[in-house]
């Protein structure tokens, strides 16, 4: 039996799709499970145990003919496909793979997540109930020892600090400013505050190093598999409502996670050992309250 599973991204909405690709590779033991993804997340798809095979969706526009008919070539050949990006592109794709058994929210799949309340429900829940609505019964933890052992070892112990968000959506970051002043409040309590984030984030690690200079820069320089295994040592994680503090809270690192009242935590926010502090204008936020509320 051939499968094929779809998760284009983001990071957050990828690492809690961990508990459903482990339910499907549970379910289908001895099938041949392809997951569809984004070019971001497919070196961490490929060293994880659920898949034996990762192809990247380049996501092309629909008057470009020649990357629809690569894609389409993707899609087809399946016994089985569960749509987990369940997005409106996604559910176009039910067209382009020719029909074949769906589980989804695409028109005339075979099997549709038809809950009306689908969309009032975390992540989480939603997608376990897609996967029973397709005759999911048994949704293991994920093993992510793959996971967890990756990545620099530090000296502990240490704490993780992501002030970094979506470049588009910067009223979900919390000042560069008051994560300086946190840095130097945990550097006092004998953690030492490591900064993680991509590249473009390393203007926002200056700013902390500025405040606190013991801290350690590693934006920039942590593969998504570098950074689970990161936060698996970690002793706490404080960020924005952002993918690695998903990630951090995936892997069992004890997490406070920072929501503006741009984003709802009761649909987005991670699970886990997680602290959710909201304060709807996040430059109204202390650096006295996020140390209260600190792990």
Known sequence: MKVLVIKLGALGDFVLAFRPFAAIRAHHLAAEI???????????????PWFDR???????????LAGLRRLRQSLRGYDFVYDL????????YFRLAGGPAWS??????SHPHAN????????????????????????????????????????PP?????????PHRPEKRWPAERFGELARQLQGRGLRPVVVGAGADRKLAAVIQGACPETLDLTGHTSLLDLGGLLAR?????????????????????????????????LTAPRGRVTVLREKHLADLSAERVARALP
């Open 34 to 48: 392809t997951l569809l993804t984004t070019a971001p997340f497919a070196g961490l798809a490929r060293h994880s």
């Open 54 to 64: 990762v192809l990247v969706d380049e996501r092309p526009a629909w008057w470009d």
């Open 85 to 92: 990006q369940t997005s409106g592109r996604s559910g176009r």
């Open 104 to 109: 989804g929210i695409a028109r005339g799949a």
């Open 116 to 155: 009306p309340a689908r969309n009032r429900m975390h992540t989480i829940e939603r997608q376990r109930d897609q996967l029973t609505a397709a005759g999911l019964a048994s949704f293991p933890a994920p093993d992510l020892s793959w996971l967890t052992a990756a990545g620099p070892q530090l000296p």
């Open 158 to 166: 240490y704490a993780v600090l992501v002030p970094g968000a979506a």
């Open 234 to 266: 970690a002793a706490l994680a404080v960020g924005n409502d952002t993918g690695p503090m998903h990630l951090a809270a995936a892997v069992g690192c004890p997490c406070l996670v920072l929501f503006s009242g741009a984003s709802d935590p009761v």
